[in-house]
DNA sequence: TACAAAAATGCAATCGATTGCATTTGCAAT
DNA sequence: ATTGCAAATGCAATCGATTGCATTTTTGTA
C-alpha cells in the first residue's frame, strides 16, 4: 500500500497527472459518463475521494453556463420598505431552502426588494440566478407579466389576476375569505370588518370571498367596514386606533395576516374593547405564534412550508422547460377563541 | 447620431469589437483602470451602458478566484430540528443580507443547519464561501472552534466562552440578563425563575447576570428555578405546564427570547395564574411583536439589525485580513406592563 | 529634430472543467 | 495476418474576464 505523498489535489489535471490519464478522461469518469470503462471510473472515483477532491463548482458552472442558483424576492408593501418582521416569510423561506438543496440549488436572498421593478430584468436578482420566485405580488402585477414575456423563469406566490402571464402559486384566497366570514356569521356576527389592502390579488380575492359569505347570508356590505391596513404592525395599530376613534359599529374583523389580527387584539384591547365579547377577530395564515396570542388566534391554515416546495418544484420545471400548470394549495379554518367559539 | 444597429453584446469581445479596442483596454476601462486614458475610459463605459452591457460576474469571478459569497448558518437547538420560527431570524437575516449587498455581497442561506457539524469544512456552505456567519453557537462551541483554526474566515453571532477561537460578536447577554432580573426584584418580586437552554454560550452569560442580579439582593438561587426550556412554542408550552403542575413557588420569570415569554405567558394564563400579578415574565429580544403580545412584554431589546451589519464588517475585514476585534451590542431593558409596571 | 520617459493600448496566457472530434486500443470475424 | 468495428481515451477548443509583459503612441526635454 504505497501512499501518494499527500499533496493538493486542486484540479482536474493534477488528478490526471497522478492517475496517468488525461483531464477529459477524469471528468468523463467523475460524471458517470457512458463513454468511460468501468473499471477505469472506479478508479478514479476511488483516488478522487481519496484525494478529497470534488470538482471547482464554479468553473464547472462557468463552462456549462449555469448557476444553480434561484433568487427569492420578498415584496413588501409599498408603504412600508423596511424589513418584514413577518414570521410568516421566515417559514416560507425556511420551505423553499429546503425544496432548493434537495436539488442542489442554492438560494440568492433579494435584499432590498427592488425599489425600482422596473430594471428588475438586468438586475443580479434575475440575471445571476436559473429562476425567480416571487413572494407575493405586491401591486407589481404587470411588472412580473413583463418579467415572465421576456422568458425568465419565475414563479409567484400570491392570488389569481384576470391578464395574469406568470405561473402562480397560492392558497385558497377566496375559500380562505370565505369560511373565516362564515365562520363569523354563524356566531352571530353582524357586522364584520374587512382589513387588508385589497390592492393585492391575495387579498382581493380573499375579499370576494368575504363578499360571497355576507351575500350569501343576505348580510349588506358596508364600504365603511372595509379598511386598508398596512401590513407593518407599528403602522397597522395607528390606522386602527384612528377608525376606533371613529365610533363605526362592527362586531367583528377579518383580518388578512396573523400579525395584522394580533396588532388589532392590541388596538381593540387598548380602546377598551373585549375580543371577543365585543369583537370577534379572524387572522390569515396560522403562524406559530397564533395559537399563543391572546385569546388564541381563529385564523387560516395556509401550508406554508409546502407552499416552499410546490414553488420550488415549479420554478424547476419551468426551468427544464416542462409543462407545469397553476397550484392551489388548500387553506383551512382553526378556530380558537378569539372569534369567540 | 447614428445608432448601432441593436445586436446582443455579451461580452467584452463584442464590445471592443464595435469600439475598435481590444478587449484588455475595455475591461480596464470598465473597472476604472488608472492605465487607461480617461477619454477612451468615459467613451467605453458610455458605450457599455448605451448597449445594456455588464461584466458576466460568474466568468469575473471565475478568473478572480472569488466568489463573493457569504453563507449564513442558524444553529439551531439540537432538540427542534426543525426551522425556527423565530422572528428574531428574519430580522437578523434582514440586517445581514443590507449589509452584504451594501458591499456586493451575495447571501448564501445554509438551508438544513447543519445535522453534521463535522464535515462542515468540506460542505458547499464553507466551500462556496468566502465566508461563514454563524448566528447562534448552539452547543457547537468545538466544532466552530475548529473551523476557524482551519483558517475559514468565520463570525458568529453569540456568548463568549473561555477558550473560544473564532470572532466573536454579541449582545450583553450578562447586562441584559442583570438587568431584567435587578428590574423585577425591584418590582418586588422575590421568586424569579430562569428559562432557558443555558448550555448556550448566550444564556450562560444572561444567567450568570441573572445570578448576579439575585446575589446583589441577597437572594438565594434555587435550582428549581433554572429550568431548561426548549426554545420552539410548542415544545416550550409543554415543559412550562408540566412544570406549573408541579406547584413550584415563583413569581416572575426571566425568559431567553421573546418567543418563549409569549408561550410562557400563554403557559400561566391557561393554568390559572394571571400576569403579572402572580407572576411576572420579562422577555429577551424586543421582536416587533413583543409590545403586541398582551400583556405587552417587558424584554431586553437587542438592536438585531443593526448585529446584522456589523456582523457582515467583521466578516468582510476578516476576509480582508484585517484585524478585527469582538463586538459587544448594548442590550436595553424596555419596560412593559408583563413584568407588573 | 531627436531621444528618453511616460502614458496608453495590445497580445496572449490563464483560471478549471466540459465535450466534439480525432486517435488509439481491443477484439472478433474473415 | 488483415480488416472492420466498437469501445476507450486523448487532443484541444471553449466559456468570459483579468493582467503581466510587450509594444505603440504621446509628451516632454535637451
Redo the contacts with the bound molecule.
Sequence with gaps: MSKNPPRAV???????DIA????????????N?????????KRLQALASEHN????K???D????QTRVISVVFMLDAHSEQHPSDPFFLEMLGGIADGLSLHDYDLLLAHAPVASMRDLANSRIVRNAEGVIFVGQGEEHEALNKLADAGTPIVVWGGSVADKRYLLVGGDNAGGGFSATSHLIAQGRRRIAFFGNTRTPENQARFSGYEKALAQANLQPDDKLTVDIPSDMQHAQVVIENLLNKRIDMDAVVCTSDVMAIAAIAALTESGFSVPDDIAVVGYDDIPIASFSSPPLTTIRQSIHQAGSVLVESVLALINGHQVADTTLSSKLVVRKSCGA
Design positions: 486542486s484540479s482536474l489535471q493534477d488528478l490526471a496517468g490519464v488525461s483531464r477529459a478522461t477524469v471528468s468523463r469518469a467523475l460524471n459518463s457512458t463513454l468511460i470503462n468501468a473499471e477505469t471510473r477532491y470534488t470538482v471547482n464554479q468553473a464547472r462557468f463552462r456549462l453556463k
